[in-house]
């Protein structure tokens, strides 16, 4: 690796936002930041933003189990396309890390990325909210992050000790509120296009239960919880509110939860099926008026393999892929200052993922560069096929976003140079 | 020109249900026939696909394509490779390439037809999608109600039963508005849509409120299994606050209809015998079944236009 420099950008950071070259070393540390650098190989990133890589809490990357979804070389293209340097790879069957071996091989496999995988472990044996996997034996692999399914509907007493239990070890919990307690066949959003189309819903207040609930225990046990995927304006206000009551909560939001609203299923295509489901204009522009309320945008990055996403709409599987198009969906749609978007795609999630020394933060000499470089003002039309995900149906399809990366760098590689992603690893046959 | 397809009764809109209805009268005539069968589809052929058994609608659709002259194709789930596996896309395709003019299809899951025209260039007809629609039910109905009654328009007409999970319902809301008709639904709250604000219709859960208003009550099939997942405490409770009874019949208004679409469950949403009642047109709605779905099927690929009509004759 030889030194680059970086010429002519505006650097944005936890820090704040100012026009300034970066010099990064052989070492992959950033050596300098300032106006008017001089030396290493020059890149023109004139008219562009340079920022601290993206950090993605919520990512399927398939694993050992499942090769055929994702792998982690197409998965870490996409992320890192996306401007991605960090990205967290949740437990979701079958790739379950509940014990401290499948933890291990999932950290093995993680070496061929390219970017950095925080392997999230699985709180209960099989991700099935009934008992507890050994978090202290799998934490002693690195793992401080553990997913863990919604409440048993037998009750919450595995819950309650998951939260109590994990302290010990410095973990924070992931949990996806969307249990079907109350629409076991539930596809889209319950309301009048649900009940038009003849598709059983989603009750809105099934996420707000779910976060109220754990909000709750949370406060009881003192557990640090992070929830993903919040769609609904009622839990962002429950967690604003156990917040206030000193709960150690954070939240993130996706972004075709502030993009596209559930009218889009009327075309009965399943890439508009995802859970949380698609939710209402209405409820989408509550959801916008809290957004300074969440602690990251996640994608929830949930590929399959394509043709399982063109059965009928209540036979495919829930779940679109977003990686490629977080930055795009986020500027477009969400009325906020650059800075507010970084901090959700970037500096936030570094933090809630543990990962603060090296991903997000201040930009300073001495840190490893793990940059994005972007025009904000691009404007492109997103299509699946031209996807570095091994899945390439998206629930963007043809949709137009605003902000596209040209480079990323990880530890000081430039990984993509351009939207093209370089494959040094040796990249295999992808089929 | 782009292809007309029968998804749902907003496919057709007013226009198009009253072009059906019309091309029913002199299919109709055809049904009384010696030989009951014109030359008017020769030499189109038919898929039917079929998903769901529906041993009825299945017949209903095979007797007006064999009476229309065309050949009809059958894939029913038991007898071919979708019991294999094969993915919908790939079944489609295949009967695609065998050179199908159009495909009737019924499928457990909402939205299968819209689906299809992006994988075949063939006509769709919908003979049924999950809770969605059944729009070819709601032309016969239409036809029914037309034949007894002289017109739609202004009537009042009150649906009955499990709305929530009703394909049936769904058509037949849209083809009663469109043709000048008000609608109620009557369910309880369990079995009624969570949202039908935009609908245009009233609701109640009081079934004996509407019965002396009504010149239609269309009672829906109950499905046995509700019971199971407490939308009603009982089938017995269901039948006494919603089901057509003898009393219930003695109030209704004179020159009312009563109808349903079949199967029934005698003892259930009617009386055991409310399907012979001087009021019930619920046979009608079965032999009215294959003169809509030639209507439909020559709607779709006849030449569309009455001048055409001498087609109709005899070969």
């Known amino acids: 690796m030889s030194e680059l420099l970086l010429q002519g950008g505006r650097v944005i950071d936890k820090s704040g936002d100012r026009l300034a070259d970066v010099l990064i070393g052989s070492d992959g540390l950033i050596t300098e930041i300032g106006k008017g650098l001089k030396g290493g190989k020059t890149l023109d990133v004139q008219g562009k933003i340079i920022s601290s890589g993206f950090v993605d809490l919520n990512v399927y990357l398939g694993g050992p189990e499942d090769q055929q979804s994702e792998t982690i070389l197409s998965g870490t293209e996409s992320a890192v396309k996306g401007g991605y340097t960090a990205v967290v790879a949740i437990a979701k069957d079958p790739v379950v890390a509940d014990n401290a071996s499948s933890a291990a091989a999932m950290i093995e496999i993680s070496q061929d990325a390219l970017c950095e995988i925080i392997v999230a472990g699985s709180a209960t044996l099989h991700n099935d909210a009934e008992t507890m996997s050994p978090l202290g034996e799998i934490s002693g692999n690195g793992v401080k992050l553990f997913s863990a399914s919604g409440p048993p509907l037998t009750g919450y007493q595995t819950t309650r000790r998951i939260m109590e239990y994990s302290q010990k070890y410095g973990i924070t919990l992931l949990y996806s509120c969307s249990n079907s307690f109350l629409s076991p066949k539930g596809a889209m959003n319950e309301g009048a296009v649900s009940s038009l189309l003849g598709i059983p819903g989603i009750p809105k207040v099934a996420e707000a239960i779910e976060v109220f609930q754990l909000s709750q225990l949370a406060l009881l046990t003192g557990a640090s919880l992070h929830f993903q995927q919040i769609s609904t304006a009622k839990s962002v206000e429950i967690i604003s509110e156990a917040k206030s009551n000193g709960a150690s909560i954070t939240c993130e939001i996706s972004p075709h939860h502030f993009s596209l609203d559930e009218s889009l299923i009327a075309s009965f295509d399943a890439r508009y099926k995802v859970l949380p489901p698609l939710r209402t204009k209405q409820e989408i522009a509550r959801v916008k008026d809290l957004i300074t309320s969440f602690d990251a945008i996640a994608t929830g990055h949930s590929p399959c393999q394509d043709h399982l996403k063109h059965q009928a709409y209540t036979d495919a599987p829930f779940g679109t892929i977003g990686l490629e198009t977080a930055l795009g969906a986020s500027i477009k749609n969400l009325d906020l200052p650059l800075n507010e978007i970084l901090r959700l795609l970037s500096w936030s999630p570094a933090e809630i993922a543990g990962i603060a020394e090296t991903h997000g933060g201040h930009l300073i000499p001495g840190r490893p560069a793990n940059l994005t470089v972007f025009d904000p003002d691009a404007a492109w039309v997103a299509k699946g096929t031209h996807m570095a995900s091994k899945c390439s149906v998206t629930a963007f399809e043809d949709i137009e976003l605003k902000g596209l990366v040209s480079h990323t760098l990880v530890d000081g590689e430039l990984v993509v140079i351009n939207g093209v992603v370089q494959d040094n690893k040796g990249k295999g046959d992808q089929n | ?315």
Request: aromatic fraction near 6%.
């Open chain 2, 1 to 315: 020109m782009t292809q007309k397809h029968i998804r749902s009764i907003d496919d057709l809109g007013q226009s198009g249900i009253e072009e059906i209805l019309a091309l029913s009268d002199h299919f109709h005539e055809v049904s009384t026939r010696r030989i009951p069968k014109v030359p008017a589809l020769r030499g189109k052929t038919i898929a039917l696909l079929f998903y769901e058994d529906s041993t009825r609608t299945r017949l209903s659709f095979e007797t007006a394509a064999k009476r229309l002259s065309a050949d009809s194709l059958n894939f029913s789930i038991g007898s071919s490779s979708v019991k294999k596996g094969e993915s919908l896309r790939d079944t489609v395709e295949t009967i695609s390439a065998m050179g199908v003019d159009a495909i009737v299809v019924r499928h457990g899951s909402v939205g299968v037809p819209w689906l299809l025209p992006s994988w075949t260039g063939a006509a769709v007809i919908n003979a049924g999608d999950g809770s969605h629609e059944h729009p070819t039910q709601a032309l016969l109905d239409c036809y029914t109600i037309r034949n007894h009654l002289g017109e739609l328009n202004g009537k009042k007409i009150s649906i009955v039963g499990d709305i929530k999970h009703s394909r049936v319902a769904r058509s037949n809301i849209k083809a009663f508005l469109a043709l000048g008709a008000s609608v109620t639904l009557v369910a309880p709250k369990t079995l009624m849509p969570f949202n039908t604000d935009d609908w245009g219709v009233d609701t109640t859960d009081q079934f004996d409120s509407v019965i002396e208003d009504s010149d239609v009550l269309y009672m829906l099939r109950m499905q046995l299994e509700r019971q199971q997942s407490s939308y009603v405490p009982s089938l017995r409770e269901y039948a006494n606050e919603y089901g057509l009874s003898d009393i219930r019949t003695q109030n209704m208004k004179p020159k009312s209809l009563i109808m349903h679409p079949g199967p029934m469950n005698r003892g259930v949403e009617v009386s055991s015998n409310v399907k012979e009642h001087p009021k019930s047109v619920i046979n009608n709605q079965v032999a009215n079944g294959v003169i809509i779905r030639m209507s439909a099927l020559y709607y779709l690929l006849g030449s569309g236009s009455e001048t055409k009509f001498e087609s109709f004759d005899d070969e």
